[in-house]
């Protein structure tokens, strides 16, 4: 989720992004193969702040695999100390998706690994040329101004530092296509989701762990439908639902079990089906808090029914955005 959703600026960095990781497990002498266990370095979203996705460590022969950076330097020095605790370099930085809220860390790490790969489908270039513009010129005129707290100004500054460092943001190793690629040395199932929560997201299938990480392709308490192309969304997800996992992590809140990504698809599926129906917004709201309820935390359902009022009725139900989202950004 980016700039433009000022619902709810910003953040105490003090609690954001401790790691709850389990400890490593230690390899043994005589075998060096990696854990084959990703680990998770939770996102956090906190009231009044912008969201950090959630990070997913993989570790790899010739160091960590990071799957997206988040957005506050919280996150990323909980993945910077989780790197020193396991002693082993960041390698190989995954982008899901080009939102900040994934990829605004990436300066961070790269500044402590500068060899560290880049891995992304390259619909960057076409934020930066059809997005970012406008959402450097909306938070350059709120840091004008004597709006907001500092923590909330903290975190405009640090969306527009990223903006304006681009080579950061952008894949060393763009990825164009679906299938099998070499990261470090262990061999992972990236696939390439056109037009759906951005103009092409990725998600990885790492068959070993039976393990699903699937970006903002799922997000539990709400979808994030700010760049959102929804009937790509929908797709992807169906092509998610093909695959045998046993475990999801999302790009925000908690990882799922297979079924439980089924209830939170058919969730999605059904607020889409309700905003192309000539049904009250209010009545989608309802029904996404019904069928996704074990998914919404009791106390964020105020902001929760706040942000899919809005994506309703300024994304699903805006023919315009639909079609701005569904084709390529940087025209
Ligand atoms: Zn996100």
């Known amino acids: 989720m980016w700039l433009r959703l000022r619902l709810l600026p910003c953040l105490l960095l003090l609690g954001c992004g401790a790691p709850s990781a389990p400890a490593p497990v230690a390899a043994a002498p005589t075998a060096p193969a ?45 993945l910077l100390a989780h790197a020193r605790a ?4 960041i390698a190989v930085i995954v982008n899901t998706h080009w939102h900040l809220d994934h990829t605004g860390g990436n300066a961070e790490l790269l500044a402590a690994f500068p060899d560290a790969e880049v891995v992304a489908t390259p619909a960057i270039d076409g934020a930066l040329a059809g997005f970012f513009p406008d959402s450097r010129a909306r938070g350059a005129a709120f840091l004008a101004s004597d709006r907001g707290t500092p923590a909330q100004r903290d975190e405009v500054a640090r969306d527009l530092a990223a903006i304006d460092d681009p080579a950061a943001l952008r894949p060393t ?7 099998p690629v070499d990261l470090a040395g262990r061999t992972v ?35 994030f439908l700010d760049t959102a192309c929804a009937a790509g969304w929908r797709a992807a997800l169906a092509d998610v639902d093909a695959v045998p996992f046993t475990r999801l992590v999302p790009g925000h809140g908690a990882p799922m079990t297979h079924a439980e990504f089924a209830t939170w698809r058919a969730a999605f599926d059904g607020l889409l089906d309700c905003a192309a129906s000539a049904a009250p917004t209010a009545d989608c709201v309802a029904g996404w808090d019904r069928a996704a309820a074990a ?13 899919l009022t809005y994506y309703v009725d300024e994304r699903l139900r805006a023919a315009d955005e639909q079609a701005r989202y569904c084709a390529p950004l940087g025209g």
Request: avoid cysteine; aromatic fraction near 4%; charged fraction near 20%.
């Open 295 to 307: 998914f919404i935390p009791v106390d964020d359902a105020e902001r929760t029914d706040q942000m």
């Open 86 to 89: 396991v002693g082993k370099p």
């Open 34 to 78: 990696p854990d084959p266990a990703p680990v998770v370095i939770p996102g956090t979203f906190a009231p009044h702040a912008g969201p950090d996705g959630n990070s997913v460590v993989l570790d790899a022969p010739r160091g960590l695999i990071v799957v997206d950076t988040g957005r506050h330097l919280a996150h990323q020095e909980a």
């Open 189 to 223: 199932e990236l696939r390439v989701a056109p037009f759906a929560a951005t103009e092409a997201d990725l998600w990885i299938v790492d068959e070993p762990s039976h393990t699903v990480i699937a970006g903002d392709l799922v997000v539990a308490s709400v979808p």
């Open 173 to 179: 190793r763009p990825i164009t296509r679906s299938g």
